[in-house]
Each structure stands twice: as C-alpha cells, then as structure tokens.
C-alpha cells in the first residue's frame, strides 16, 4: 500500500503481457506513470510490454503509450514521452509459440543484465482467460517460472468461468508456481473505500461492538451501473451479471463487510477469514435470486435500446444484466441478518455501496406522542461515485411540537483529503512489487465463491425485463421485502 516516506521496493521488470490492449492503455499505463511520478517505483526498474504484433517495435510502443497517457490527461508531453522512452521496452511475439518465448526469455535476460537489474519480474497477464493457462505453460518450459530473484505472477478476473474451470485453472497454474508467486486482481480491493472498510470497522470500537446480528437489522450491497454493455457485447453474452459482478466484486464487498476480526493485519491472516465467510453462506435457494435483463427505456433523457437490440447480441439472448440475492451466513456474528445483493447495468444512477442498517430501539418510546416513529439508522459506505460515509440518525425539530426528523452526517473523501483517488491499480501494483498479498484473492477463496453460486448458474428461467433507466425488475423488491424492508438506492 501507498504509504509516505516508505522506502522505494525492489529493483525490478514488469513484463506485461497484452501490453496494447484496452487494460493496459486505460488503466495499467496511467497507474504506472503516476507511481514513477509520484516516486513510489524503485530506482531501477523497467516495463517490457509483450503483444501479438512482431510489427511495432520499441519506438512504436513508447508512442502508442504516451498517447494513451495523453488521452488520459496525464502530466505534460515531455514528461510522458522521457518515461516512455527511458522505462518502456517491447517484445513481440509472431503466434506466441515455444520460440516466441525462448525469445522473450532471451530479451528478459539481455534487459537485465543491460538495465542492472537483480532478476526480480512481475509477469502480468493482461489477457483473456482463455489464454491463460496455456501462456503460463509457455513461461514455465521457457523457464521463466522462476529466476534468482523473485517472480510474481498477476492474473485478472475472472478466474474461471464456474467452479470446474475455476479448479482447472488452479491445478494448471500450480503446477509451474507456488501460491505465494499468485496475485489474482480484483481491482475493487484497491480502491480506497474498501480499503478503507476494514479501517472504519477493526479502528473504531464504536461500530465494531455493534457490527452483529444483535444490533444489525440486514444488510444491502449494491453495485449498480448506467452503462449498457458498450463495446464488451462478446463477453457479456458468455459471462452475464452474475459471472461479471456478483462472483467477484460483490463477493469481495460481502466477505470484507462479514468477516470476523483477524488475527493481524496481514494476507494470510485476512484471507483466511474470508474464506471462513463464504464457507458459512448457506446454499441459496430459488426464491431468494432474482435475474433481469434491462428493455428499451430511458435514461437522463435519452431513449436506450434493450439489451437484446445491443450490437453483437443475440435476438434472443436470456443473459442476465441485473442479478439480485438474499444470502444467509450462519455463524454466530450473522445468524438471522439478511444480506441483500444487487447489481446490474442501465440502471438508473451509477452507484456503489454498501447499506448497514442496524435495528430499532426494543420499545417505542415516542408511541404516546403525536409523531412519527423513529426511523432505524442507516450507515451507508459510498465507494462510488463520491467515496465516503453517510450515516443517518433521528433529532427533534425545533418547536414546542415534538416531532422526529431524520438527519445525516456525512464524510467524503475529495473534501476532507482534496486529492482524487485512483481507480485502484497503482496500490495493487505496489502491494505486488512489495510482496504484499492481502488485497489479492486466493485459490480457495475464487472456489469457494464459484461453489456458493454454482446452482444459480444451472437455471432454466428466462430474466425478468426491465425498463433502461429503471432499478431492476420489480420482482427483485420482493427480497428486502421479505424482512420489512427495501432497497436503499443511493
């Protein structure tokens, strides 16, 4: 993690792996040039990107990636294109065979040796997962599984398509590294906010002695998107909400917000209760999963297409784009409080967050008086659009008549720091080049959560439409409903 006047990691080369693809330019660029900027990279480092393109050469690839940063609004020219061209190299292979990555093992070597640099490599895998296994078979015979520094492998979601090819790629890829080499990214663990969490939760007593089931009524975690499939149509048709959100990064939000105190502040320590968390999810049944699939609307004014009418879907598609859950944890801290999860896209307003709602008091103090009774306090965790807090709680106004209002005290991040926060990937990088795996997700925890949502995958029935613009089918209020309750839209 970031942290003022730590001292810079290991020297090292960063070999990126689809280094001209859309990650890599959106995100993995800008998160490397603001850590070099901002002088958390070592003194002695290099990026190699490697790509399918034997045509672009180390030039070609500096220009490409001082556009990208340009188009990302990063720092002036000068000092884009001094970065690209004293830090970025290229290798590129013809069909990515054995002798594409003899050769890459040969340019890795001659890097290294030219740049000083100590044989410690983060291999990132920016690539689709199809590709994966047989890229990380390719390093392990060119022997680049391993070198006299260390070698840290970085695989991005998703891992898996279900619980077999989730296994799959697990035993595959254990069989060239070890665990501790693998850093399966989950970028929302960057993110401040979530991070953020575990420090709100186990650094104030005050919520952390209420966090349970005597105190806490349910539970509501929404990741909820404008966006229709935009350019990612081919993905969506194989992958769908539940794949795209609900496995990982919902999944991410539950475990942090559910998981018992751990016994230090380290990876193993946070992982393990975690996975501790998902093994207690009880199987969820037919009636607490509601999917959707958004129709034509509107949205801020404007008229949408239905996902079927999207470009590259198929007419018939019955791919959800909105999954909705009702979980039960049966351990001691959760026993009887509902968790509520929600995601889709179109939806009415981009929003990430996750709603505490805590229980009322036992007897209705105010019931002989003429006002209203008392609402239950809300505490919202904002992790996007605008990261912060917002916590409700009931006053009397002012006047002689007694009468309850509902008031709100609010911290947000761009005010109370005046710096924006990143989008997550300059902390992870970080954490990996320090050996740091506590934001990263492990090989039980991918299968655990694979195995909680396995059944919903095996379902028959068609999603239910609704309406772009919309908060999801209507069939998706029944859930908070069922305890009283509804759906916090924040």
């Not at 966090?211 to 992958?239: D, F, M, P």
């Not at 049944?285 to 009418?309: I, K, T």
């Not at 009887?336 to 229980?359: C, D, H, M, N």
Request: net charge negative; aromatic share 10%.
């Amino acid at each position: 993690m970031i942290v003022p006047g730590k001292p810079p990691p290991d020297s090292c080369l960063l070999v990126m792996f689809g280094a001209t693809g859309d990650l890599m330019r959106r995100k993995l660029l800008p998160a490397m040039f603001q850590l070099a900027q901002g002088g958390h990279l070592p003194e002695r480092y290099q990026v190699l990107g490697v790509a399918r393109d034997s045509r672009m050469s180390a030039r070609l690839f500096g220009d490409w990636a001082a556009q990208a940063l340009a188009d990302a609004g990063l720092a002036d020219d000068g000092a884009r294109r001094r970065w690209c061209a004293e830090r970025l190299d290229y290798h590129g292979f013809s069909d990515a065979g054995a002798a594409d990555f003899r050769a890459l093992a040969a340019h890795i070597a001659e890097i290294e040796s030219a740049r000083q640099l100590p044989g410690n490599r983060v291999l990132y895998m920016a690539l689709p997962p199809a590709v994966v296994p047989a890229t990380v078979a390719a390093l392990a015979e060119a022997g680049l599984a391993g070198s006299s520094g260390w070698t840290r492998l970085l695989i991005e979601k998703p891992f898996g398509h279900d619980l077999a090819s989730a296994q799959h790629l697990n035993e595959q890829i254990h069989r060239h590294f070890d665990e501790a080499q693998i850093y399966r990214i989950d970028h929302y663990l960057g993110k401040e906010t979530v991070q953020n969490l575990l420090a709100f939760r186990f650094g104030n007593a005050l919520f952390e002695s209420a966090w349970n089931r005597e105190h806490i009524k349910s539970v509501q975690l929404t990741v909820a998107e404008e966006i229709g499939v935009e350019a990612r149509s081919a993905y969506y048709e194989e992958a769908g909400a539940l794949r795209d959100i609900v496995q990982n990064h919902l999944t991410q939000l539950l475990t942090l917000t559910a998981m018992e105190v751990p016994a230090a502040f380290d990876a193993d320590s946070i992982r393990h209760e975690k996975i501790k968390v998902l093994r207690s999810v009880l199987p969820i049944a037919g009636d607490a999963a509601v999917f959707g699939q958004y129709a034509a609307g509107r949205q801020n004014g404007r008229e949408l297409p239905g996902y079927r009418e999207e470009t590259g879907i198929a007419p018939a598609s019955t791919v959800d784009t909105f999954v909705a859950l009702r979980l039960a944890i049966e351990n001691w801290r959760w026993q009887g409080v509902p968790f509520y999860l929600r995601t889709g896209k179109r939806l009415a307003r981009r929003s990430t967050q996750i709603v505490i709602e805590f229980r009322g008091p036992p007897i209705s103090l105010f019931r002989n008086i003429d006002c209203r009774a008392p609402q239950t306090n809300l505490l919202a965790i904002k992790l996007q659009p605008d990261e912060g807090f917002d916590l409700s709680f009931e006053v009397k106004s002012p006047g002689d008549r007694y009468a309850l209002e509902t008031r709100h005290m609010e911290f947000r991040y761009a005010e109370a720091f005046g710096t924006p926060l990143s989008a997550g990937y300059e902390t992870l990088l970080l954490d990996v080049l320090e050996g740091d795996q506590t934001l990263f997700v492990h090989a039980d925890e991918t299968e655990a959560s694979w195995r909680l949502y396995e059944p919903l995958l095996q379902r028959d029935a068609p999603p239910d439409p609704y309406p772009a613009g919309s908060w999801g089918p209507a069939a998706a209020d029944r859930l908070p409903a069922l305890s009283g309750a509804a759906w916090i839209n924040g």
